[in-house]
């Protein structure tokens, strides 16, 4: 009887221990995030805050560190979700716009003045609409965990004011994905696509004339001002961020780590657009009015001619983006006008 239970309790012992190694040994000693900005912008802060709230909801479990301005991906930002995707990186908080190379559901952000507020972003985001280009990086091999914001794309050049697409003409303006190239050409400057790493020397050396990018989460935080004299508030496109990870990495985690690293996830997107990204708009502008800039505010009927001349390119993108996508955000947009 004695034998039988010391065996009974070494079994128990060796089983017990097996299955605690191999849950450990599921978990990586570093999980590794990509972005490709600095930790100091809107958008950096969102990466950063995450892998604290995932070190604090898993108990120190998962270690997920924050690899900024696109360092993984020797510079190339559209290199980041193929390198998800394939699982040479864990997890990535990246733009929209960078994603859409290999996703092309994503460029449905980009459809230029798809938004006329915030309020219709989050009606798209916190919908079955936003779902559905969630749904797309799963075909990818990646599961998008929540989202976040780089914001409203507002135009900087250093030759003139630019409230109509008259304006435009000649310009060299620097942007990153085929989309933009397209109405950037229909509005008449001419596109240079460059990555992000390049752009504060390439403004400073008169390589381009100008860039678009949001004010809160890129502008000010990377000293734009310094270098470009007018900005266009235009809001002629919107970013988004995903925060996203590998679909093996993520199947790898038992449920409970699943639930806490979304928990993560959500909570930290959530600060990161309602109380970062948003706050401090206006006060921006007027930052960057003290800073020497000139800001313009197209009228409604300026608008409307920027609006015109991209039709086009909104017509040609949406068959990239696919019909029921745009049809579903066009939709979202419309009950939140
Ligand atoms: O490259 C840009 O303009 C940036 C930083 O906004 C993106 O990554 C899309």
């Known amino acids: 009887m004695r034998k039988l239970l010391t065996g009974i309790l070494a079994l128990v012992l060796?089983?017990?221990?097996?299955?605690?190694?191999?849950?450990?040994?599921?978990?990586?000693?570093?999980?590794?995030?990509?972005?490709?900005?600095?930790?100091?912008?809107?958008?950096?802060?969102?990466?950063?805050?995450?892998?604290?709230?995932?070190?604090?909801?898993?108990?120190?479990?998962?270690?997920?560190?924050?690899?900024?301005?696109?360092q993984l991906v020797?510079?190339?930002?559209?290199?980041?979700?193929e390198m998800v995707s394939s699982g040479a990186i864990d997890f990535m908080l990246n733009s929209t716009i960078n994603i859409a190379p290999i996703i092309p559901e994503c460029n449905a952000f980009s459809l230029p003045f798809m938004f006329p507020s915030y309020e219709s972003v989050d009606a798209v985001t916190g919908s079955a609409a936003g779902q559905m280009v969630l749904d797309a990086l799963e075909k990818h091999n990646m599961v998008g965990l929540?989202?976040?914001?780089?914001?409203?794309?507002?135009?900087?050049n250093n030759v003139k004011p630019v409230a109509h697409p008259d304006d435009m003409k000649g310009l060299k303006i620097r942007v990153v994905t085929p989309i933009y190239i397209d109405i950037m050409r229909a509005l008449g400057a001419n596109a240079i696509a460059?990555?992000?790493?390049?752009?504060?020397?390439?403004?400073?050396?008169?390589?381009?004339?100008?860039?678009?990018?949001?004010?809160?989460?890129i502008i000010?935080?990377?000293?734009?001002?310094?270098?470009?004299?007018y900005l266009t508030n235009?809001?002629?496109?919107?970013?988004?961020?995903?925060?996203?990870?590998?679909?093996?990495?993520?199947?790898?985690?038992?449920?409970?780590?699943?639930?806490?690293?979304?928990?993560?996830?959500?909570?930290?997107?959530?600060?990161?657009v309602h109380d970062v990204s948003r706050v401090g708009l206006g006060d921006g502008i007027e930052f960057l009015k003290s800073q020497g800039m000139t800001v313009t505010d197209p009228t409604p009927e300026q608008l409307?001619?920027?609006?015109?001349?991209?039709?086009?390119?909104?017509?040609?993108?949406?068959?990239?983006?696919?019909?029921?996508?745009?049809?579903?955000?066009?939709?979202?947009?419309?009950?939140?006008k």
């Open 14 to 70: 060796v089983f017990g221990l097996a299955s605690v190694d191999t849950a450990q040994a599921a978990l990586k000693g570093e999980y590794k995030l990509t972005m490709n900005v600095t930790t100091d912008t809107a958008w950096g802060q969102g990466g950063v805050k995450f892998a604290e709230l995932v070190k604090d909801y898993t108990g120190g479990k998962v270690n997920v560190k924050v690899y900024p301005s696109a």
């Open 74 to 81: 020797g510079g190339d930002q559209m290199r980041q979700a």
């Open 234 to 272: 235009w809001h002629y496109s919107y970013d988004a961020l995903i925060l996203a990870v590998n679909k093996n990495v993520w199947e790898s985690f038992d449920p409970d780590i699943k639930e806490q690293i979304k928990k993560a996830a959500v909570d930290s997107m959530r600060w990161q």
């Open 194 to 217: 460059m990555n992000w790493g390049e752009v504060f020397t390439s403004l400073q050396q008169g390589v381009i004339d100008g860039q678009e990018n949001p004010i809160v989460g």
């Open 220 to 229: 000010i935080p990377n000293k734009i001002y310094e270098v470009q004299k």
């Open 304 to 336: 409307a001619a920027f609006r015109e001349m991209t039709k086009a390119v909104y017509e040609k993108w949406s068959a990239n983006v696919g019909a029921d996508i745009v049809k579903a955000f066009e939709e979202a947009v419309s009950s939140f």
């Open 146 to 156: 929540a989202w976040g914001e780089n914001g409203f794309r507002e135009l900087t």
